[in-house]
């Protein structure tokens, strides 16, 4: 039996997966990671690529390693401190190449993906004896063979768990492609429509319209509005998170909207609606403002009808309209249901918010932690980013590694 197995080989994956080595007594086989991809961080290089980020919204000091200022020294050894990008009022940020290089020193300096398990998990049970769980798995190796883990503890670090937001009036519509869910930027197009209003609308509409190749159009049911960052960043202090958060009650509409409230979801850093306003100066780019009514696909051209009833049409229509709520995720229902564990508003998991353990019903702790943007409910606005990783495996950590070997009672 593993001591904790982790759900999940993202950015919060990776991170827990090293702070379990650093800072408890858990030795390297009794921990694993079990992600469906062929090597850690594979599903966030693949949306980076996807919408063609080449910088990080985040600082220098968020990344996928253990010591803060480790991504710089890695810069500075390298003569790459001119990848740490000023930005007016705020911390330098990485290029996208740098983050990844360092990630992958990380993995390779730690040997981490020797503790990678290819599958996907698709249910968690209790074991028979109430000492530990069961990842019901199958493997990504095409076989699709399946393998029963049992573990001690448990980390989901699922991020969003891969389900996108499809606007109803995209629906049966086959051509119409969610920028994260199979488009690829290097296919051709003459005309190209972008739906959305956020930072990965604006970043791969401003990058299609430089290649000079084709015409863009991004369609934003909103003004595009400028933020730094993706919340104030106070809500990386603990104290903040403490004050301001965790003095409503643990899975209440009140968190949810606090949450919601304090994101700068949908919004563009400045730097990127500069270039946004160049493309569209240059005359590759164009912006409309409105909601689509309706798509139709005629003879392989794509048409979009506005509410204003104005009317878009283009060779192809990416959807760059962000995530489906992770709260409301099949999987995530499937666990909280076999293992009798409390949700809250929208379904949000009701944690302990000293541990990051899920409640459950009975008002008992499990051993199944969580971390990303599903424990947005305790860690706070930046639960889902790279901040957020950090705060969480400070607090799981310790927690886990309290429960190293003790005994577990039986249910
Ligand atoms: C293009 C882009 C740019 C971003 N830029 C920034 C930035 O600059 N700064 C910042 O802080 N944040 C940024 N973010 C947010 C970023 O996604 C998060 O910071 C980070 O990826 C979240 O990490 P995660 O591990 O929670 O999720 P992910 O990176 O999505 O990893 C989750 C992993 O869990 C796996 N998984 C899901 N379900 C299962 C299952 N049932 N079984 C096994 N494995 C499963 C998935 O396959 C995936 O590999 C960006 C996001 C995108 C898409």
Redesign the pocket.
Known sequence: MFECAI?????????VCQRLLEDTTLERDEVLV????ER?????RR??R??E?D????TFV?HVGTEPFGLESFAEGRGRTDELLPTPGYPQ?PT?SL?LDYADYVIEGNDLDSLHRQ????AICRTEHGDGLV?E?TAADGAGSSEAIRTRNCV???????RYRKPAWADGVDSITHV?DGFDPETPAEETIVVGGG??AA?LATCLAEREREAVTLCSRHELETAT??ADPRWINWNHIENHLHRQPAGSQDRYEIVRTARNDATVPQTLLERLESAVDDGPLSIRYGDVRSARDVDGQMRLLLETGGCLSADRVVLATGFAPVFE?P?VDRVADELDLERGYRGMPVLDDETLAWSRTDGGESSLFV????AAGTIGP?A??????RRAADRLTDAIAASDRLPLAAD
């Open positions: 759900v999940g080989g993202g950015i919060h994956g990776t991170y079990v992600d469906p991809h850690l961080l594979e599903s966030f949306k980076a996807a919408c980020m910088e990080l919204r985040s968020h940020r996208l983050f599958a996907s998990v698709d990842l798995t989901l670090a699922i991020g969003h768990g891969g994260w930072i990965t970043q960052s993706e995720h999987f971390t990303g943007v599903l930046f889902g980013n790279i901040a957020g990783a």
